[in-house]
């Protein structure tokens, strides 16, 4: 009696009755998203590793200063009417100045120039002590290269903002990033993670320096004309 009941069964009162048994022969159809297992997992794994190589790493990688004064290139071109020679000059004997020192910037700082919280900073940290500023130098290149400005600004007549960027018409000054295995200004190898070059001024490493030379002097420089 009962096995005549049972093949009465529809598919339906079969499937409440055994369910995974019936789910196990269900058409391939409904299990067809499970070959998108693999591709999931290699997407969230690539996914990470971006993020681990572009986010992570960098941030590890390099340290970060803050400039000991936030020194407003824009404001003293505007307020004080100074070129850029009267604090980036050559020397009698064609040497370049450099970032300036203390003693340029007393011929106005001696008394307050206005209230900012920033020149009253200076004054007691700086001004006061006779201290000079440790600026961080952006460009600063490791010992063993040699650079000179005035083969570069006097002879081959470069504008400052072809190698620097335009420092010269900031407002504020930009934290200072060093690699910390190296300690090299993060200036040299570039901003833009992936090392492709977006503009000359982005970075200051060997191939952007070699890359001009060879394209204004018509051949390759041998390593001594920039390795002391
Ligand atoms: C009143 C003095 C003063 C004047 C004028 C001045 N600078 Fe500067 N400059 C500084 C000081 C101080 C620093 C160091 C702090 C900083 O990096 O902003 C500096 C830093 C720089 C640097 C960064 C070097 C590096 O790699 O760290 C560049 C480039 C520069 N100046 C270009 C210019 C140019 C171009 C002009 C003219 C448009 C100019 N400066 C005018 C005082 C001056
Ligand atoms: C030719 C005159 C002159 C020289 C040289 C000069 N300054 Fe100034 N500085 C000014 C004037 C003008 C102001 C604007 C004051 C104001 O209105 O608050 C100013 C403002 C400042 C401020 C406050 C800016 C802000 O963002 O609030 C700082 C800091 C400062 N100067 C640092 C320096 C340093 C460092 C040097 C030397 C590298 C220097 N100045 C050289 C004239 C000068
Ligand atoms: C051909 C590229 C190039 C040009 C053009 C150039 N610089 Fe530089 N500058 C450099 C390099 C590279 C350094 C780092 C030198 C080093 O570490 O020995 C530097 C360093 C500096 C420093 C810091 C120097 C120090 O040791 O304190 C200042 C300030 C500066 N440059 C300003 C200028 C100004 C202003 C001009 C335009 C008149 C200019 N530079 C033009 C490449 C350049
Ligand atoms: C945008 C072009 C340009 C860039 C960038 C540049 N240079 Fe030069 N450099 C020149 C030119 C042009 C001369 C030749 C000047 C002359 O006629 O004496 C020169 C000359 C020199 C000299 C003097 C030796 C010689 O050949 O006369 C040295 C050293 C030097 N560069 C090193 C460097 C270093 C190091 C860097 C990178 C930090 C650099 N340069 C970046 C264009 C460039
Ligand atoms: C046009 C100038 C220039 C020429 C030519 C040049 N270099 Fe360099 N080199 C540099 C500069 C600038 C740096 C520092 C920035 C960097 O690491 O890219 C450097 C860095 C290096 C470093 C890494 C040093 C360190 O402290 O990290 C080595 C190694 C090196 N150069 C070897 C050579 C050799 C070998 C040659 C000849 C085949 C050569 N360079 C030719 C400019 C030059």
Redesign the pocket.
Known sequence: MSTTEEKEQTVEEQAEEHGPVYAAYKPAKSRGWRFLIPIAAFGVGFVSHLFLGWVIFPHLLYGKKQQPIDFSHQLHQEAADESCESCHFFREDGSFSGVPKLENCLQCHEEPMGESPEEAKFITEYVEPGKEIPWHVYAR??Q??FFSHAAHVKVAELECVTCHGPVGDSDHTRPYQYNRL?R?SRD??GWNIAGLKKKTSDRM???D??EC?EERKGHK???F???K
């Open positions: 290149q490791p063993c290269a190296t090299y040299i190898w490493k060997m191939d320096c070699a030379h420089d041998a390593c004309v920039c390795h």
